[in-house]
């Protein structure tokens, strides 16, 4: 059925009589203006209305054999809602009188008729029609708006009285529709709600509109943000109604409108979020990068004191000792620093989580811990082993979606997590670790099946929980609830860089006193995708080196750094081990010596330099000399800006890492 208007189409009347000069005079008169179809018999006229149920006028006669006018009509109206006209050429009032009483004609006539009048009639009987129709259908499409509406709706009367609301603003007061019709509000709703309502009625009586964002408990025991707006119909204010009451029968009607915008608001917090780690991350690389140096500097220094005289007393070198581990205790943070904003080590593949947590319930049942986990933890990965052979794992027996993702740093997040659930519940309880499947969508990866698959991993204990300002701050570094001594506060930020950059989420709920629910979302891969990771060039592991030649006296190399405490370190340990060493403290300065010196074999160059870095120095040494290899050393530095294919040796470094690379360098 159109909802527009057509205007070269005519309205339909039905004329039911059983003289057929009477239908001849009646088709005459109508069928300039209207469409019109005839029937001799009541039965003939219902037929016609089945097959034409869009009629909008009925003109029928009263007196007929067999059906009178009066009962005609009363059939015709469980086929059609068209205006109907009597005609009569009696005067039997009492039954025109009976069907106007029930509803059943608009108007009624005499015979014979006064053919203006009845024209009169038709028109106003075939515009009434159109009119409830286009109400009807308006109310339909009104009707379909309200009941898929993605947010509560209601209207109340001017008693305050629910007249329409859809099942979304039903469920909110926990019953259903029919319940809540003709019910104020004040009868449907909780404490929470009728604080926020008391706070709205002043505001609305005065401007009209009042708006509130509060959590609110659903009748599932659920703690949700909703945005209540209340909007009162009419523009007069609560002085211009009681001076002028009755002018606008509705403005003291009121609309009120109940979103929950729950996921809105998670959404802009992790929106935030990450904005605030990316610049976190930021500063952490600079802060890095000299940090770096100045460790570099200070593990060389000490290393190569111990080369020139190693201390004889037993104090002074346990001291040296203790110095070096400790340089080497601050290069291990400054990583764990920079993992939770680029991630350098992942070695991303297809995974299965249900394999991966079988794997680890197995470790974790006999309080043993896997090598890798055991290479990034440290000491501290045996002592964490004795504590969560409790955890207890829902594994679903049927198979999940693969996912896109580094399987060591995944048991490395899900290990510490566990920890941290364990360290959450001093007098001990239950952890749980389980995996599912959602559908929900939190964003996109170029990973993700279609649909918006997701394989989700919780992590959940029921300690002492957290409050709104402790989860606000879980990521941050350097932030952490444990007892001093006792955490760094980077594993959180760690798992939250590792998970970002794999294209998921983390999720956190928690409750003071209710423990912690703690929720890793990772895109599922589809069948048919064989992604290449694009964020995260992992660096190759370098495989166990057959033994290398002894040093050739005579090889020179060129170390390029600006810094001069880490070039010096960097020379010393060349000069040590008996190669010829040139130093320079620029780019452009590397270049000169290289056109300078034809008999340099190595060139050792800092990435992160003033004016020209190392990535641009290098291209234009290759050109000058192709043969010449550069051993790139950087303390902080995206992969993705080198070449494919160099070798890379991260600050700080020792002087066997430095040695062990130019050596397998000259001798490829």
Same mark, same amino acid.
């Given at each position: ?39 001799? /018999? ?87 029609? *159109?009119? *409830? ?18 947010? $509560? ?6 008693? $305050? ?102 996921? %809105? ?46 201390? =004889? ?16 205790? $601050? ?102 670790? /389980? ?83 703690? *929720? ?35 090889? =020179? ?24 060493? %040139?130093?320079?403290?620029? $780019?452009? *300065? ?60 991260? =600050? ?17």
């Amino acid at each position: 059925m159109s909802t527009l208007p057509d205007p070269d189409r005519k309205a339909i009347v039905l004329v039911v009589d059983d003289e057929p000069e009477i239908l001849v005079a009646l088709t005459d008169l109508l069928e300039e203006s209207y469409h019109v179809l005839a029937a001799s /018999s009541g039965e003939a006229g219902l037929a016609l209305l089945e097959q034409q149920p869009d009629v909008a006028v009925i003109i029928s006669d009263q007196r007929m054999p067999n059906m009178t006018g009066d009962a005609f009509l009363a059939r015709a109206r469980a086929l059609s809602s068209a205006g109907a006209i009597l005609l009569t050429g009696y005067a039997d009032i009492s039954a025109v009188e009976a069907a106007l009483n029930q509803g059943k004609i608009s108007f009624f006539a005499y015979k014979p008729w006064d053919d203006e009048t009845l024209l009169s009639m038709v028109a106003q009987a075939a515009g009434r029609y *159109e009119l *409830e129709k286009d109400l009807a259908c308006e109310q339909r499409l009104l009707r379909g708006l309200l009941d898929n509406l993605p947010f $509560g709706l209601g209207f109340k009367d001017e008693k $305050g009285r629910f007249i329409r609301l859809n099942e979304q603003m039903a469920a909110q007061f926990g019953r259903s529709v029919a319940e809540c019709i003709g019910q104020p509000e004040e009868a449907l709703i909780d404490a929470e709600r009728q604080e926020s309502l008391n706070d709205a009625q002043p505001v609305l009586n005065a401007g009209g509109r009042d708006q509130q964002v509060l959590k609110l408990t659903n009748p599932a025991g659920q703690a949700r943000w909703h945005d209540l707006t209340r909007v009162k119909l009419g523009d007069r204010t609560q002085a211009e109604a009681q001076s002028a009451p009755g002018v606008d029968g509705m403005a003291d009607y009121s609309i009120l409108i109940d979103r929950d915008v729950t996921d %809105l608001l998670n959404l802009e917090q992790r929106l935030r979020q990450a904005q605030k780690m990316q610049a976190i991350g930021t500063l952490a690389g600079g802060v890095a990068h000299d940090f770096n140096n100045l460790l570099t500097a200070i593990m060389g220094s000490l290393e190569l004191v111990m080369d020139l005289e190693p201390p =004889k007393e037993p104090g002074v070198s346990r001291l040296f000792h203790n110095a070096l581990e400790a340089a080497r205790r $601050g290069g291990a943070l400054t990583q764990k620093l920079l993992d939770f904003s680029r991630p350098r080590h992942l070695a991303c593949h297809q995974v299965d989580v249900r394999q991966v947590l079988q794997d680890l319930q197995g470790f974790m049942m006999r309080g043993q811990v896997p090598n890798d986990i055991q290479a990034a933890l440290g000491a501290d990965s045996l002592e964490a082993a004795t504590r969560i052979s409790g955890v207890q794992f829902d594994i679903p027996p049927e198979t999940l979606p693969f996912v896109w993702t580094d399987a060591v740093q995944l048991e490395l997040a899900i290990f510490n997590l566990c920890v941290n659930a364990q360290d959450a519940q001093p007098d001990g309880g239950a952890i749980s670790v /389980s995996v599912r499947t959602e559908t929900r969508l939190l964003g996109r990866s170029p990973t993700a099946a279609a649909g918006g698959a997701w394989v989700v991993l919780q992590v959940m204990d029921r300690g002492v929980g957290m409050t709104e300002e402790m989860q606000a701050r879980i990521f941050d570094p350097f932030f952490t609830t444990k007892d001093i001594g006792r955490g760094t506060g980077l594993g959180l930020s760690m798992i939250y860089g590792f998970i970002n950059h794999c294209g998921g989420e983390v999720r956190v709920e928690s409750v003071p006193g209710g423990g912690t629910s703690i *929720e890793l979302w990772l895109p599922a891969m589809a069948a048919d995708v064989s992604p290449t990771p694009a964020t995260v060039t992992p660096l190759s592991i370098v495989p166990d080196r057959p033994a290398l030649p002894d040093v050739q006296p005579g090889r =020179k190399i060129l170390v390029v750094d600006d810094e001069a405490g880490v070039r010096a370190v960097t020379a010393g340990f060349l000069r040590r081990a008996g190669y010829d060493v %040139l130093e320079a403290s620029s $780019g452009a *300065e590397a270049l000169n010596m290289v056109q300078a010196e034809q008999n340099i074999s190595l060139v050792v160059m800092d990435v992160m330099m003033p004016g020209m870095n190392g990535d641009e120095a290098a291209r234009r040494i290759q050109v000058l000399r192709p043969d010449l290899r550069v051993l790139f050393v950087t303390g902080y530095t995206d992969l993705g800006l080198l070449p494919a294919g160099v070798t890379v040796l991260h =600050k700080p470094y020792t002087r066997d890492a430095l040695l062990g690379d130019v050596r397998a360098m000259l001798a490829a």
